[in-house]
């Protein structure tokens, strides 16, 4: 397994004045950083491609859909916006030098119809995921799908749906994004529910039940790991949590509060926490 933090931690908007923060995040004993990405940011790709290779930094990335690139919209103008987007979200991921981009990648963000997805729906977010996938195929990059919980999606919620999603979509390159947060809300068992998908399982995001420090909550850690170590998952162990969120980002995450006294604080803590457990259970 590969130990990552998300960027969002500390900020939506990484350029070539956060060197040092990817130093610390080296020092600290992370892989690697996964980086929130829009075909706007990263402003400058190839400076932060020299700050992830001077300090010897993989990196995934991560992005959500705009309201207006809704991929099972009724309106065909939207869903084919919404395949352009993340199509250059794929170009801008290999830029960078990372192989995996995940997130909501099949619903805007907060975009909710009052009812439940229809089949017509369904079937119109597999289309769009289909040419998605095709051409991050060309790129070698993989798609990794994350249920979000009720109050932020009304289209994929669990992981049971997730591999349904990933079924149809039928591509080798799609997979599925597994975040402890989300299936805290959404799943009875969510180890139980995390290994149901383990074929499909491509990435991991680990935050706490209120999205603060892992390790700080409730969430049964022993329980996931062990499920992560029974499937023989070896990708990414993502830290998703937030600190002192931006207004845009705690508006989106519906944050109202500090969820750890700093960004630094959670990273550290939160990787301490993650690899004195995976440790103890054998875990490497």
Not at 17 to 46: M, N, R, Y
Not at 93 to 103: H, N, S, Y
Not at 210 to 237: E, F, N
Request: proline share 5%.
């Amino acid at each position: 397994m590969k130990f990552g933090v998300n960027t969002m931690v500390w900020t939506t908007r990484i350029n070539e004045t956060h060197a040092a923060l990817f130093s610390c995040i080296k020092g600290w004993g992370f892989d690697g950083v996964e980086l929130f990405l829009s075909p706007q940011e990263p402003a400058d790709i190839p400076a932060v491609r020299q700050m992830l290779e001077a300090n010897h930094l993989e990196c995934t990335t991560c992005s959500v859909l705009p309201r207006d690139c809704h991929l099972p919209s009724y309106d065909p103008e939207m869903r084919a916006r919404g395949v352009e987007f993340l199509k250059t979200c794929v170009d801008r991921t290999a830029e960078l030098g990372a192989r995996l981009i995940c997130g909501p990648m099949y619903a805007g963000l907060g975009v909710m119809t009052g009812r439940r997805r229809s089949v017509e729906e369904w079937i119109w977010a597999v289309a769009g995921l289909q040419a998605v996938a095709r051409h991050a195929e060309t790129r070698q990059v993989t798609i990794c799908l994350e249920p979000l919980n009720r109050f932020e999606t009304y289209f994929l919620n669990t992981l049971e749906d997730a591999a349904s999603l990933v079924h149809d979509v039928g591509a080798t390159n799609v997979k599925i994004h597994f975040d402890t947060f989300h299936s805290n809300i959404e799943e009875k068992h969510p180890a139980q529910s995390l290994r149901s998908i383990a074929e499909e399982l491509g990435h991991v995001h680990i935050s706490e039940n209120d999205r603060g420090i892992p390790g700080s909550g409730h969430i049964d850690w022993q329980a996931i790991l062990k499920v992560l170590k029974a499937i023989h998952y070896q990708g990414w162990m993502t830290i998703e949590s937030f600190a002192q969120p931006e207004p845009d980002l705690a508006a989106a995450a519906a944050i109202w509060r500090d969820m750890a006294p700093s960004g630094d604080e959670l990273a550290q803590q939160g990787l301490r926490f993650i690899r004195r457990l995976a440790g103890g259970l054998g875990i490497k």
